[in-house]
């Protein structure tokens, strides 16, 4: 009698109850330039990290805003650049972009490169400072107002203004910034922060601030969507006046603008509940990719997917990186000069690695996108 190997391996992984290493058996993973599986590299220990926001700089540096601890934000923590000048290959602790003040926590920061070359991040956290007579889950008494901090040495030094940026949302939410900060037409430059009304469940809307003036000031927000409530979002500028955005409601849904971000209008859902949030990617080629975090039971991991037609279409999904806990993604990606792609993440356990950290995978789209 002849047995089916795969099958057998299969029928083994389901009595062991391996089903997150199941979920990916039959998975398409991305692969390096010489067509070898690419394996993800530790490039942070024993942070949460959230590494939504990766920015080159000038010279070819990559750096991240991440947040310090090793904890979803439930423990006083600050908010520090990291960066690689081996395109991803080893990281380094450049400087500190805010210390978190006493009883508080800065763990989100939005990150990008003004037309001058400063760096610059605006960063959010939360208290635990709650009123007289009232307690709750530890830091998370309410959002503190964001901090405009600024670097114009690649990111050692940094200097913070506490007023530059507003303290609530239009709608009086405590706000929330995410991802990269991008550049549009005439150098004006785009941050999506999100708010929320402690309590109110749904009450998340998403806003662009615009700043024309390399980050100094923002003018007044544009809503993405005032009818339904979404939060983390990513930004991407197709040239010209046309944009797009993955924005974050349970799963992930395509949004575009063709008036230079001033209005936006829904075009589809992108992916299930719980793959979320996303980043946008344009390569050199025209091309676009979607990096997600995959947080569905028996499938954690980050997945890529890639359109050829402006985000009209898309290819199914292959996978970066598995990951073994539901707190996990939040990626990020760059394109190197020999036209790879650098994805970065998050998550407390994977295969080779049990507690929380930034890694990165170096793969290659032609390798994996294209089969």
């Not at 609530?168 to 706000?175: H, M, Q, T």
């Not at 509940?273 to 947080?295: A, E, M, S």
């Amino acid at each position: 009698m002849r047995v089916d190997k795969k099958l057998l391996t299969m029928a083994i992984l389901i009595a062991l109850g391996a089903t997150d290493v199941l979920a990916g058996a039959e998975a398409e993973y991305v692969k390096t330039s010489k067509g070898e599986l690419a394996k993800p590299i530790l490039a942070v220990n024993h942070v949460c990290a959230w590494p939504n926001n990766l920015a080159l700089l000038d010279d070819g540096t990559i750096v991240a805003c991440i947040f310090n601890k090793p904890s979803h934000v439930w423990i006083e923590g600050d908010n520090e650049c990291w960066a690689s000048t081996d395109q991803g290959k080893t990281w380094h602790k450049r400087g500190t972009v805010a210390h978190a003040e006493p009883n508080t926590v800065r763990g989100w920061a939005a990150a990008g490169v003004a037309d001058n070359g400063d760096l610059f991040a605006i960063c959010a956290g939360y208290s635990n400072n709650y009123p007289p007579g009232k307690t709750g889950p530890p830091f998370r008494a309410w959002g503190v107002r964001p901090l405009l901090c600024r670097s114009k040495d690649g990111g050692r030094n940094w200097t913070v203004d506490n007023e530059a940026f507003r303290d609530k949302a239009p709608d009086g939410g405590s706000l929330w910034p995410f991802g990269q900060i991008v550049r549009g037409n005439n150098g004006v430059l785009y941050a999506s922060l999100y708010s929320a009304r402690k309590g109110i469940e749904g009450s998340e809307r998403m806003y662009i601030y615009p700043s024309r003036d390399n980050g100094k000031t923002w003018g007044d927000p544009i809503c993405m969507d005032k009818d339904n409530p979404l939060n983390e979002t990513s930004l991407l500028h197709l040239g010209g006046r046309k944009w797009l955005a993955a924005a974050r409601f349970r799963g992930l849904h395509l949004y575009e603008s063709n008036d230079d971000a001033q209005t936006w209008h829904f075009c589809k859902h992108l992916t299930e509940d719980d793959q979320h949030p996303g980043h946008l990617l344009k390569l050199r080629d025209g091309r676009i990719v979607l990096t997600y975090g995959n947080r569905i039971a028996g499938k954690y991991g980050v997945e890529v997917r890639r359109s050829d037609d402006q985000g009209k279409t898309w290819t199914a999904p292959v996978r970066v990186v598995d990951l073994q806990h539901r707190d996990c993604g939040h990626p990020s990606s760059v394109e190197l000069p020999d036209g790879s792609v650098l994805t970065a993440y998050y998550g407390p356990k994977i295969a080779y690695h049990v507690t929380y950290h930034m890694g990165v995978v170096i793969w290659d789209p032609k390798k994996s996108l294209d089969q």
